[in-house]
Every structure is written in C-alpha cells, then in structure tokens.
C-alpha cells in the first residue's frame, strides 16, 4: 500500500483552559500556495491554493468546565484532471464548513477531557444536497504529570464519502522550565516544535490531513477524497499587534487530491491502513511539491 495515501484527518487543536498550555488560539487565518504540483505519467501540473480560518470560542462555566464552540471554513482551488487537446482544465473550488461543538472538564489535579463533535458540510458547494454532510469527532484523555507537562490519549473518528474512519491520538505538551522549547504533539495528525526568542518563534511543524468533498457541477456522481502530509519550517513575529501572531512557513506538501465516483467507498480506514479498497481513481494522482503559508493569528493567554 502507498504510504502516502494515508488517510488522516482535520483535528482541530483546542487547548484545554487547564495545564501546562496557559493560551487559547481563538482565531487564525492562513492561505498557502503551492506550485508545479505534477499529474504523474503527464508533463502537466497544477497550482493549489488554499483559504482556512479556524475559531474557537470557549465559554468557561466555572474553574474546570467550559463549553466549546466555534467553526473552520476551508477552500481550495486547483485543477483535478491535466489539460487535454490545447483545451485547459477549469479550476476547482472545494469547500468546507465545520461547527465544532464540544466539552473539556478538569476531575482532579492530574486528569481533564476533551470531547468535540465536528459535524461539516463539505463540496463545491453546487446544489447542497444530503450527499454534502458528513460527521465526525474526537475525544482526548489528559494527564498532567508535572506543571509542564501534559500527555494526551485520544480517539477520533469520521464519516466521509470513501467510507468510516477512525484513528488513535497520542501526545504531549510540554514547556521548557525556560519558556522557550514548547513541544506540542498529536500523532498520528500533528506535530509543533518551537524556540522562542524574544519577539520572535522559529520552529517545525507537521500537519496530516484526510478529508473528502462532493462533486455536483459538472462531475455528477462523484467526490475528491484529499490526503496530504505537510512537512515546514516557520518563523513566527509574537508581537504584531496586540494579542496578534504573524507566522511564515515554507515546506513540502504531499496533497493528492483523489477523484472516485460516488458510492465508491473503502470497507474501513484505521490509521494509514484501508480496508476492502477496490476503488479506481479517475484521475492521474497528484505528486506533491515546495508550498508557502502565511497565517494570522489571535492569541489569547490564560
């Protein structure tokens, strides 16, 4: 099986308002753009750009419990099929629109949780239909072994048009006795390893992503399923304006934006394994290529 058709997910990293983490990222905006993405077995290739804002609104009911609430909003621009006879291939617009709905509660000094349902609407967004709603969540076990330090156990799961997915969460978050090395990890989805130096972060970054989106116009009976794996350096200005993060990444993005006909669907998908996949892809696979992201962000601290 092609390792690269590992099929992740969008988690999204809400902090819980205890432990070693002490800010919340309430919004961030980011675009990115990647270039010379190649059709394998064709000399042609596609650019891919991306939109994304993400929200989060936590409502603290008392000193260990909050209610979390917010949306993402994602869309994506490239082309799905190369050219063919001096004709150009029109560009694609898939879109993505998440509620996140969800709990965190502290039980003692050492345990809190997590619980997040994302139900989402997610196609070109032609003639909405029943065939555009998917639903999924996740649930994350906390332990705080010291003040800086805090693991994660968790399980996430998902409809999507090529079928049901679900795959464990394991993780920690730590900070320096410094505060300069912050370390947050969700594996198999997302990894952040930074160092702080004044007004400025410098750090790497890994970001896996699986998701799918129906097609209406013009592709009848048919969906994308998205798998990329990112790979970046950052450098990140803490003091733009109040409460404000300018960040600038640059890296490697595998994204394979997969089309299959509607009702093609996998038996199974747990972490990068699919079962009972007999699917065939309609269009030449998407090699991955050096991408740029510049992303705002709204910090707040706790």
Avoid at 112 to 137: Q, R, T
Avoid at 229 to 247: D, H, M, S
């Amino acid at each position: 099986m092609n390792t690269f058709k590992i099929i992740l997910f969008a988690l999204v990293c809400v902090p819980l308002l205890v432990g070693s983490q002490d800010y919340i990222d309430v919004f961030k905006l980011g675009m990115s753009q990647s270039l010379e993405n190649k059709f394998e077995g064709t000399n042609q290739s596609t650019n891919i750009t991306s939109l994304e804002g993400n929200l989060t609104l936590p409502i603290v009911l008392n000193d260990n419990y909050a209610i979390i609430s917010g949306g993402i909003f994602s869309r994506n621009s490239l082309q799905l099929f190369p050219s063919s006879d001096n004709i150009k291939a029109p560009y694609t617009n898939l879109y993505s629109t998440t509620l996140k709905v969800g709990f965190s509660g502290s039980f003692s000094e050492n345990w809190s949780m997590l619980l997040v349902f994302l139900p989402k609407i997610a196609s070109d967004y032609h003639d909405i239909s029943s065939n555009d709603f998917f639903f999924g969540g996740y649930g994350i076990l906390n332990y705080q072994k010291k003040d800086n330090i805090k693991y994660r156990f968790g399980l996430y799961s998902s409809s999507e048009a090529f079928g049901f997915y679900t795959t464990p969460i394991l993780g920690w978050h730590s900070l320096s006795k410094n505060e300069k090395i912050e370390m947050d990890i969700y594996m198999p989805i997302s990894a952040d390893i930074n160092y702080t130096q004044g007004k400025f972060t410098y750090g790497f970054s890994y970001f896996g992503i699986g998701r799918s989106f129906n097609l209406e116009e013009g592709q009848a009976n048919q969906y994308v399923q998205l798998n990329s794996l990112e790979f970046a350096g950052y450098a990140q200005y803490n003091r733009l304006f109040k409460n404000v993060i300018l960040r600038g990444k640059f890296g490697y993005a595998s994204d394979d934006y997969e089309v299959h006909t509607y009702g093609d669907k996998i038996d199974f998908g747990f972490i990068a394994f699919n079962f009972g996949d007999n699917r065939q892809q309609l269009n030449p696979k998407i090699k991955g290529s050096l991408f740029f992201k510049m992303e705002l962000i709204y910090r707040v601290k706790i």
